[in-house]
């Protein structure tokens, strides 16, 4: 069973950035689609950034087009969210997930999953 392990969260003020990373003892990283969902408290798991096996089409949710970049290393087996100019409202518990098959937005979709990384802005 393949697993993730996320990294990188933590306490930020408004403006700051955070890198946060994905990364995987299994060395088939290239076989999954990977994406970046979150959520926060009383709220549903949302989408945030999605990128393809090679790296080469990225997607991203309307909320964070223009200040988040997901990028991949498939030799190092790590997935990565850049996360800039922060908002108090991207505070949220950060999950990395995986797919071998489709390029979507849907969580259901997804069927590994790490186990969060939490990352509150403060304003």
């Known amino acids: 069973q393949v697993q993730f392990v996320e990294s990188g969260g933590g306490l930020v003020q408004a403006g700051d950035s955070l890198r946060l990373s994905c990364a995987t003892s299994?060395?088939?990283?290239?076989?999954?689609?990977m994406a970046w969902f979150r959520q926060a408290p009383g709220k549903e798991r949302e989408f945030v950034a999605a990128?393809?096996?090679?790296?080469?089409?990225?997607y991203y949710a309307d909320s964070v087009k223009g200040r988040f970049t997901i990028s991949r290393d498939n030799v190092k087996n790590t997935v990565y969210l850049q996360m800039n100019s922060l908002k108090p409202e991207d505070t949220a518990v950060y999950y990395c997930?995986?797919?071998?098959?489709?390029?979507?937005?849907?969580?259901?979709?997804?069927?590994?999953w790490g186990q969060g990384t939490q990352v509150t802005v403060s304003s």
């Open positions: 997930a995986a797919n071998r098959i489709l390029f979507t937005t849907r969580p259901e979709e997804y069927g590994y």
């Open positions: 299994d060395r088939t990283l290239s076989s999954y689609v």
């Open positions: 990128i393809s096996r090679s790296g080469g089409s990225t």
